[in-house]
């Protein structure tokens, strides 16, 4: 068996095209899944009923299903009935609405964690039930937040190689793209394995130095 | 929104403070308040002393309306702060409104961790009572001078010790130039050697001719700072006078049955 990367240096602008769509869809997808996900984690905590029922029967629904799934719903199924999104917003929102169920659970968690006596002492001052929760409660939730929302996030550039399916020219595609030219399989493969692993390192260390930053806020 | 004139007055029993007027609050089959009546003068310090369960605490948070009350009237220099009619946004705005006369100290300090001391004590006065940040800090920085903390202006509440936190808690009340300061047990969760400094603190509010009602258990302190003794048990006030009467010449048999238990722990 002999390894020969020259094709993927050879085709390297094309891998870094797919690092960029990686990188857009992930960027777009998280700041989606984490406002969307504290929206919902405060309108099912606080909302009115109306709001709030439909809201928990999304995160389970979402949450119990598999993103493929969803994608290929969001992007065929819609299709279908004459609902026609790109394939690049189809997996910004597909990606972003998925995430966004599981961040909403940790926000709703966090939100809960904080203790009462934050909102007694808040409201004690003067502030009302809505500044109490900006000024007060939702901050201190962030912060607890932080560590699971960076582990949600790691995933989730990770899964932005399921886009493929949908014809996303991401990182994945476009190594099939280019194995398709090449039949170097294997070394594409390990080549983008590597720039995965590199992206999330960086996210990782760069996740850590901000949790540091933050130390003793919580 | 910064009102001019001098806000405590030097002049004791020129009026009402805190009128309270056959209170009663149950927690489902459990009747903590059975009708409590207590008046507070401006500038008068009234403590409240009873054993665990007797009521005190849930009367004091019934006045900031932390607990909502059954039955009963709780009044605030001429303001009713609890309003069985008012509903929603209306009563929210009103308790609001309320609120902001009333400074609350708790056992807990429940101080804000995410924010620095002088964060924790300002930013009620610029949000809501629309103080300009420079104004604010410069006038926030003073309270913290009184509380002997402004070297600590920029430290996050993790790390100070459990005095300074109550002396930020108490600040942090002030800064809303209160009509009234609630104290709830302020130094019952704090080790012996801390308790001193915050009951300094109280004190220097009481020579201030601050409106005090200060739930304690600790007897020397109630006796040295207060002009009035409530004793509380199972809901009712059982005893209340002079601390100099209260705690000599107590005439109930449940007061002297407490203080002798009292005495024999200190």
Same mark, same amino acid.
């Given at each position: 068996?002999?390894?020969?990367?020259?094709?993927?240096? &050879?085709?390297?602008?094309?891998?870094?095209?797919?690092?960029?769509?990686?990188?857009?869809?992930?960027?777009?997808?998280?700041?989606?899944?984490?406002?969307?996900?504290?929206?919902?984690?405060?309108?099912?905590?606080?909302?009115?009923?109306?709001?709030?029922?439909?809201?928990?029967?999304?995160?389970?629904?979402?949450?119990?299903?598999?993103?493929?799934?969803?994608?290929?719903?969001?992007?065929?199924?819609?299709?279908?009935?004459?609902?026609?999104?790109?394939?690049?917003?189809?997996?910004?929102?597909?990606?972003?609405?998925?995430?966004?169920?599981?961040?909403?659970?940790?926000?709703?968690?966090?939100?809960?964690?904080?203790?009462?006596?934050?909102?007694?002492?808040?409201?004690?001052?003067?502030?009302?039930?809505?500044?109490?929760?900006?000024?007060?409660?939702?901050?201190?939730?962030?912060?607890?937040?932080?560590?699971?929302?960076?582990?949600?996030?790691?995933?989730?550039?990770?899964?932005?190689?399921?886009?493929?399916?949908?014809?996303?020219? &991401?990182?994945?595609?476009?190594?099939?793209?280019?194995?398709?030219?090449?039949?170097?399989?294997?070394?594409?493969?390990?080549?983008?394995?590597?720039?995965?692993?590199?992206?999330?390192?960086?996210? &990782?260390?760069?996740?850590?130095?901000?949790?540091?930053?933050?130390?003793?806020?919580? | 929104?910064?009102?001019?004139?001098?806000?405590?007055?030097?002049?004791?029993?020129?009026?009402?403070?805190?009128?309270?007027?056959?209170?009663?609050?149950?927690?489902?089959?459990?009747?903590?308040?059975?009708?409590?009546?207590?008046?507070?003068?401006?500038?008068?310090?009234?403590?409240?002393?009873?054993?665990?369960?007797?009521?005190?605490?849930?009367?004091?948070?019934?006045?900031?309306?932390?607990?909502?009350?059954?039955?009963?009237?709780?009044?605030?220099?001429?303001?009713?702060?609890?309003?069985?009619?008012?509903?929603?946004?209306?009563?929210?705005?009103?308790?609001?409104?309320?609120?902001?006369?009333?400074?609350?100290?708790?056992?807990?300090?429940?101080?804000?961790?995410?924010?620095?001391?002088?964060?924790?004590?300002?930013?009620?006065?610029?949000?809501?009572?629309?103080?300009?940040?420079?104004?604010?800090?410069?006038?926030?920085?003073?309270?913290?001078?009184?509380?002997?903390?402004?070297?600590?202006?920029?430290?996050?509440?993790?790390?100070?010790?459990?005095?300074?936190?109550?002396?930020?808690?108490?600040?942090?009340?002030?800064?809303?130039?209160?009509?009234?300061?609630?104290?709830?047990?302020?130094?019952?969760?704090?080790?012996?050697?801390?308790?001193?400094?915050?009951?300094?603190?109280?004190?220097?509010?009481?020579?201030?001719?601050?409106?005090?009602?200060?739930?304690?258990?600790?007897?020397?302190?109630?006796?040295?700072?207060?002009?009035?003794?409530?004793?509380?048990?199972?809901?009712?006030?059982?005893?209340?006078?002079?601390?100099?009467?209260?705690?000599?010449?107590?005439?109930?048999?449940?007061?002297?049955?407490?203080?002798?238990?009292?005495?024999?722990?200190?």
């Amino acid at each position: 068996m002999n390894f020969d990367f020259t094709p993927v240096w &050879e085709n390297i602008p094309t891998l870094i095209s797919g690092t960029g769509y990686t990188l857009f869809i992930a960027l777009f997808a998280a700041i989606l899944s984490l406002v969307g996900g504290l929206v919902v984690a405060l309108t099912t905590l606080y909302g009115k009923k109306i709001f709030s029922s439909p809201l928990r029967l999304f995160i389970w629904l979402f949450m119990g299903t598999p993103l493929l799934l969803q994608l290929y719903l969001l992007y065929f199924g819609l299709g279908q009935v004459g609902i026609l999104i790109p394939a690049l917003l189809t997996g910004i929102l597909g990606l972003g609405i998925h995430y966004m169920a599981y961040n909403a659970d940790i926000f709703r968690a966090t939100l809960q964690s904080i203790d009462n006596g934050q909102t007694e002492a808040a409201r004690s001052l003067g502030f009302g039930r809505m500044q109490t929760l900006w000024f007060f409660i939702v901050p201190q939730a962030i912060y607890r937040a932080l560590p699971q929302l960076g582990n949600n996030m790691i995933i989730m550039l990770k899964d932005t190689s399921v886009l493929s399916v949908i014809g996303v020219s &991401e990182l994945v595609l476009n190594a099939q793209f280019e194995i398709s030219n090449t039949f170097r399989p294997f070394e594409f493969y390990i080549a983008i394995a590597v720039i995965y692993y590199i992206l999330n390192l960086m996210l &990782e260390t760069s996740l850590n130095l901000f949790e540091k930053k933050l130390e003793g806020k919580r | 929104m910064m009102e001019d004139q001098p806000r405590s007055d030097t002049n004791k029993n020129s009026g009402l403070m805190l009128d309270i007027i056959n209170v009663k609050k149950s927690f489902g089959e459990l009747e903590v308040l059975k009708g409590i009546d207590l008046q507070v003068q401006r500038g008068q310090i009234v403590s409240i002393i009873g054993s665990s369960g007797s009521g005190k605490s849930t009367l004091l948070r019934s006045i900031n309306h932390l607990e909502t009350i059954d039955s009963g009237e709780i009044w605030l220099d001429g303001m009713r702060v609890n309003q069985p009619d008012m509903k929603g946004l209306a009563f929210e705005r009103h308790i609001n409104s309320v609120r902001q006369n009333m400074g609350m100290v708790f056992q807990q300090f429940n101080l804000f961790p995410h924010l620095t001391t002088l964060d924790n004590v300002r930013l009620a006065p610029i949000k809501i009572k629309g103080m300009a940040k420079p104004e604010a800090t410069e006038y926030c920085m003073e309270l913290l001078e009184k509380v002997g903390l402004a070297d600590k202006a920029d430290t996050f509440p993790a790390h100070l010790s459990g005095g300074q936190k109550q002396r930020v808690a108490i600040a942090r009340a002030l800064a809303m130039q209160p009509k009234v300061m609630l104290f709830d047990e302020a130094t019952s969760a704090l080790d012996p050697e801390l308790v001193e400094e915050v009951n300094q603190v109280m004190k220097q509010l009481a020579h201030e001719h601050m409106t005090m009602l200060i739930v304690t258990h600790e007897m020397n302190f109630a006796n040295e700072v207060s002009d009035h003794v409530l004793f509380m048990d199972q809901g009712v006030v059982c005893e209340q006078g002079p601390p100099s009467q209260l705690f000599t010449n107590p005439k109930e048999e449940r007061t002297k049955s407490f203080l002798k238990k009292h005495l024999e722990q200190q």
